[in-house]
């Protein structure tokens, strides 16, 4: 499920139970997080119910509510050797006196809270959390500044049901020979038919081949086999595609493995919306589709630390991070000029990319935003189809430069090799 919606629904559960307390329940979460496990209500209830029961006891102040990924469980978490990424959580009581030992109180109450027992007690709460996989503590690593922490199992980095190893079996015909110098890849592939061609081209053109049924086997494989690459199908679900990316690139221990995403998709229109950035592979054959696995291969990837995408539509949005993904970097994204300079001022990225129309707005009030942030970071202007006098525009209020949305690969390279300019 999404976190993001699950922290707002529990806010939206406990607003009866704030009553007139001057106590503000503020939520903070990046713009995407991979799914989490678990069942929506009740995962939100058990979040409602210590939200609720730290802000009763609050009395005044505010509550942040905070969600991140983490690569490794915290010191704390307890929860031994089982795999992560993890989802956290953190309930942050601030400016109204509340100790780690108060929170530790806490979390031990049996009574309910709100009136007709509306919202869950804590101690009901965690169990509602451990029954999912979940864990919840105390952390008062900065003195004076405790709060609730919550670790939650990711969709995407959950351990597989079933025996992997019957996929082995299934693919052992298609394995090299020890001793052959082909490269191993993995292949996430839902549809079963296609997973199997896939497999079988891709072994006769000399690679090893391990694939996945679904995403939730990818990261148990990739710790496993140590694939010189990963493919994904960006049609996945449960995990999408996405997630699996993004879990993998936490997980310190298979961070460095290249991820390539590509698509099956035969609906013309499908295709021609997922080529609006040339990065997606159309396995028609396997020409192109090896092509792209050797240009991944054998990269040479000097990335920015960080990109920073502000698009406001979120297919088009989407697409991007994934392109800009599978180059090796990292990416934030943001759907509007607002949640962007927020963001440029938290992160710090290293290039911020800029639908042209949203850099127009208000007289290039983002541009501006920017600049006032900083001088040196490049920021540049992209649009489906831009006049060479809007593009000077956006330059003479602020941008590095300007290129068409579908050039975007362009731009990455010359950027990283220094070659972008106004």
Known sequence: MDLPRVIEQAIDQISSTLGDRPVSVVAEYPAHLPAVDGDLDRLAGALAGLIAATVTRAQHG??????????????GAHVGSEPGPWAQVSIAPRGNGLTAVMLEALLEETGSIGEADAVLAPAACLEALRAIGGRAWVDDGVPGMPEIRLLLPLRAASSPAADVSSLQRTLGEHLSRPGDPSRHLLVLVDEDRLRQVLANELAAAGYRVVAARNGSEVLSLAREDEPDLILLDILARDP??????????????????????????????????????????????????????????????????????????????????????????????ASGPEEALVLAERVQPGLVLVNAGLAQERDYWLLRGLR???????????????????????????????????????????????????
Do not use: H, W
């Not at 905070?66 to 010191?75: K, M, Q």
């Not at 590509?262 to 396997?286: I, L, Q």
């Not at 189809?385 to 590095?400: F, H």
């Open 240 to 333: 999408t595609a996405f997630d699996v990316a993004m879990v993998l690139k936490q997980d310190p221990r298979v961070a460095r493995i290249p991820v390539l995403f590509m698509t099956s998709v035969g609906d013309p229109e499908a295709g021609m919306r997922m080529s609006a950035v040339d990065f997606v592979v159309r396995p028609t054959g396997t020409g192109a589709l090896i092509t792209a696995i050797e240009a991944a291969l054998n990269a040479v990837r000097q990335p920015v630390a960080r990109v920073l995408v502000v698009e406001s539509n979120d297919k088009l949005r989407e697409t991007m991070v994934l392109m800009i993904q599978s180059q090796g970097y990292r990416v934030t994204e």
């Open 62 to 75: 505010e509550v942040v509510v905070r969600a991140a990924l983490t690569p490794e469980p915290p010191e």
């Open 372 to 422: 006032q942030i900083s001088l040196d970071i490049p920021v540049f202007v992209l649009a489906e189809a831009l006049t060479d006098a809007e593009g000077k525009a956006a330059v003479r209020r602020g941008a590095s430069g300007y290129t068409e949305t579908d050039k975007l690969p362009d731009l990455l390279t010359r950027v990283r090799d220094g070659r972008a300019k106004p």
